[in-house]
């Protein structure tokens, strides 16, 4: 996954407060974060949700704005920034004298975190002269020609194919059991964006028949047919499952 801008320094701010931001419950919570108590770092997500995707509508990102799951996306990632390393930005901010001013401060991490997924998306990707290989295209494990041993072509597919199930039911079971808040929850726990555990969500049984069919060796057509999709909603889910997989497994 492509790597987040500078750590959040929190001195970086438009200017310091001379009191303690107006919202006493959520510095609060910030401070039972730092102070490693586990019951508030749940009930800060809750508080700062709302404040946060308002912030995140009005980052200047171009057409990615237009995406109706972007501001959630961005919000994701702010909370993986609070959350790294043991909360370290939240202790850096809590142990500020005077405190910041709390919004200024929460702006900053929106935008680095909206930057973020904009280098994410496919053209803003930067090239790098050694990049890891990728997780393996669906097109490379319809061949018949198997090699024997562990990475073999058989092995390959099941591992794909047990991999992508694995995924749908987890998903399927936090969405059960959390309703809405499984996307965030999954994808802080996955470290992909939200959309792809919306995906499986939604469209789990749909990606695991495509699945099969592909590592069958049947033609989009011909899957499209049998599934009653389009030739399109094929391509479209073979699509979003190889995004899954380089977005759960390749570190770039």
Not at 49 to 55: M, T, Y
Not at 132 to 144: F, G, K
Request: aromatic share 6%; charged share 30%.
């Amino acid at each position: 996954m492509t790597a987040m801008t500078d750590p959040i320094d929190p001195t970086v701010l438009a200017a310091p407060a001379t009191a303690v931001d107006g919202d006493a419950q959520t510095w609060a919570l910030l401070r039972a974060v730092a102070a490693g108590d586990p019951t508030a770092w749940p009930a800060l997500l809750t508080r700062l949700e709302p404040e946060l995707l308002g912030f995140a509508r009005r980052q200047p990102i171009g057409r990615l704005r237009d995406r109706d799951d972007t501001p959630r996306e961005i919000v994701t990632r702010v909370f993986r920034r609070l959350h790294a390393r043991d909360h370290a930005a939240i202790k850096k901010l809590c142990a500020l004298d005077p405190p910041p001013e709390l919004r200024a401060w929460l702006r900053v991490v929106v935008r680095r975190s909206a930057i973020d997924y904009m280098r994410e998306a496919p053209e803003f990707e930067r090239a790098t002269a050694n990049r890891p290989d990728r997780w393996i295209s669906l097109a490379t494990l319809t061949s018949d020609a198997a090699a024997p041993g562990p990475s073999s072509l058989p092995d390959k597919r099941r591992l794909v194919l047990s991999t992508v199930r694995e995924m749908v039911a987890r998903a399927a079971a936090e969405f059960r059991a959390r309703g809405d808040d499984a996307f965030t929850h999954l994808a802080l726990e996955w470290k992909i964006p939200r959309i792809h555990v919306r995906r499986l969500v939604t469209k789990g049984d749909q990606f695991l028949a495509v699945l099969v069919a592909v590592l069958e060796g049947r033609s989009h057509v011909e899957i499209a047919a049998s599934l009653r999709l389009t030739r399109r909603e094929v391509e479209l889910t073979v699509r979003y499952i190889e995004e899954l997989l380089h977005a759960r497994f390749t570190v770039d």
